[in-house]
Antibody, heavy 117, light 108 residues
Framework: QVQLVESGGGVVQPGRSLRLSCAASGFTFSSYGMHWVRQAPGKGLEWVAVISYDGSNKYYADSVKGRFTISRDNSKNTLYLQMNSLRAEDTAVYYC??????????WGQGTLVTVSS | SYELTQPPSVSVSPGQTARITCSGDALPKKYAYWYQQKSGQAPVLVIYEDSKRPSGIPERFSGSSSGTMATLTISGAQVEDEADYYCYSTDSSGNHVVFGGGTKLTVL
C-alpha cells in the first residue's frame, strides 16, 4: 500500500534553515507529482508547493516563494522541502502527499516544524 | 489571490443528510476535491474530480459541482463522520492551488 513518511522537523530559530524529507513506497514514485501542504496549530490546510513527476516543473504558494525549494530524487523515492529564512508563521505540521488523482491523494502523517527563538 | 469559500460549520443529526458547499470563481472549469480530517489525524481524500470516490470511501459520500459551487454530500451521516472537511482546487491558470477554509461537521 502507499506509504509516505516525513522526517526532518524540529525546533529552529527564526532566520535559520531546515530540510524536510518524505520517503515514498508502495507506488511508482517517479510517475507522479508530489505536494507539500502545511497546517499551523489550530488552523486550516495551506498548500505549500508541488513538483512534477520528473522535477521539471515546480510551483509555490506566494507565502513561501523565494524561501522554500521543493525537489525530488526519483532514484531514492524521496521528496524534499528546503526551507530557508524561516519565520514564526512557518510553524506548522508539514505533510507530503502524492498526486495520483490530480491532487493530493495519500498523505503522510506529517512532521512538526516549530520556528522559535 | 484565488479563494475557495466554505461555511465554517455544519450540524446534522445522525442519519440526516449533510451538505457542505465550496464556492470559487474557477470551479466551472476546474475540478474540486474534498478531504476529511479527523482530530489529530492526517487528511484523507474522500472525493476527487468533483464526484469520484476513492476506493475504501463509503458510498454515503458523494460530490457534485454546478457553476461556481461544489458540494460534498454525506447521505445518512454517522457519528464517525464528525470531522473537518476541506475543498481543494486551482485557479483558472492551474498554477495557483488553494484549500478552502474548512468546515467543521458536527453529527449529534
Amino acid at each position: 500500500q502507499v506509504q509516505l513518511v516525513e522526517s526532518g522537523g524540529g525546533v529552529v530559530q527564526p532566520g535559520r534553515s531546515l530540510r524536510l524529507s518524505c520517503a515514498a513506497s508502495g507506488f511508482t514514485f517517479s510517475s507522479y507529482g508530489m505536494h507539500w501542504v502545511r497546517q499551523a496549530p489550530g488552523k486550516g490546510l495551506e498548500w505549500v508547493a508541488v513538483i512534477s513527476y520528473d522535477g521539471s516543473n515546480k510551483y509555490y504558494a506566494d507565502s513561501v516563494k523565494g524561501r522554500f525549494t521543493i525537489s525530488r530524487d526519483n532514484s531514492k523515492n524521496t521528496l524534499y522541502l528546503q526551507m530557508n529564512s524561516l519565520r514564526a508563521e512557518d510553524t506548522a505540521v508539514y505533510y507530503c502527499a502524492d498526486e495520483r488523482t490530480g491532487a493530493p491523494a495519500t498523505w503522510g502523517q506529517g512532521t512538526l516544524v516549530t520556528v522559535s527563538s | 489571490s484565488y479563494e475557495l469559500t466554505q461555511p465554517p460549520s455544519v450540524s446534522v443529526s445522525p442519519g440526516q443528510t449533510a451538505r457542505i458547499t465550496c464556492s470559487g470563481d474557477a470551479l466551472p472549469k476546474k475540478y474540486a476535491y474534498w478531504y476529511q480530517q479527523k482530530s489529530g489525524q492526517a487528511p484523507v481524500l474522500v472525493i476527487y474530480e468533483d464526484s469520484k470516490r476513492p476506493s475504501g470511501i463509503p458510498e454515503r459520500f458523494s460530490g457534485s459541482s454546478s457553476g461556481t459551487m461544489a458540494t460534498l454530500t454525506i447521505s445518512g451521516a454517522q457519528v464517525e463522520d464528525e470531522a473537518d472537511y476541506y475543498c481543494y482546487s486551482t485557479d483558472s491558470s492551474g498554477n495557483h492551488v488553494v484549500f478552502g477554509g474548512g468546515t467543521k461537521l458536527t453529527v449529534l
